[in-house]
Nanobody, 134 residues
């Protein structure tokens, strides 16, 4: 069974940095796509960044240049480095995984998120809160 466990959330002032980690287990296919979504207060969940098994990355425009996503398949860890955090980055961040790509054409609706091919993204962590104060 696929399991994703996030860590590293917390509170920081605007301009600060945080690093989120996601440890994954239960599958050995390093070709799984992985990434982060976030849900800001009162808003639908949205994609933040994703990475292929080969390390190709996608970033939402709102975080491009500030966030960096990486993965270590040997250690089964996904890491999101977040710099220059702003109050609008305040959200609950969730790690996600799927065997098919998600990124620029993924979307979320009514609590579900879908990959580039329209299939639901099936594997999620429990979420970790990030709060940025001004």
């Amino acid at each position: 069974q696929v399991q994703l466990v996030e860590s590293g959330g917390g509170s920081v002032q605007a301009g600060g940095s945080l690093s989120l980690s996601c440890e994954f287990s239960g599958y050995t296919d390093s070709n799984y796509y992985m990434g982060w979504f976030r849900q800001r207060p009162g808003m639908e969940r949205e994609g933040v960044a994703s990475i292929s098994g080969d390390g190709d990355t996608y970033y939402a425009n709102s975080v491009k240049g500030r966030f960096t996503l990486s993965r270590d398949n040997a250690k089964k860890t996904l890491r999101l480095q977040m710099n220059n955090l702003q109050p609008e980055d305040t959200a609950n961040y969730s790690c996600a995984a799927a065997p098919t790509p998600f990124g620029p054409r993924s979307y979320c609706s009514a609590g579900l998120c879908y990959g580039n091919d329209g299939r639901p993204i099936g594997f999620w962590g429990q979420g970790t809160q990030v709060t940025v104060s001004s």
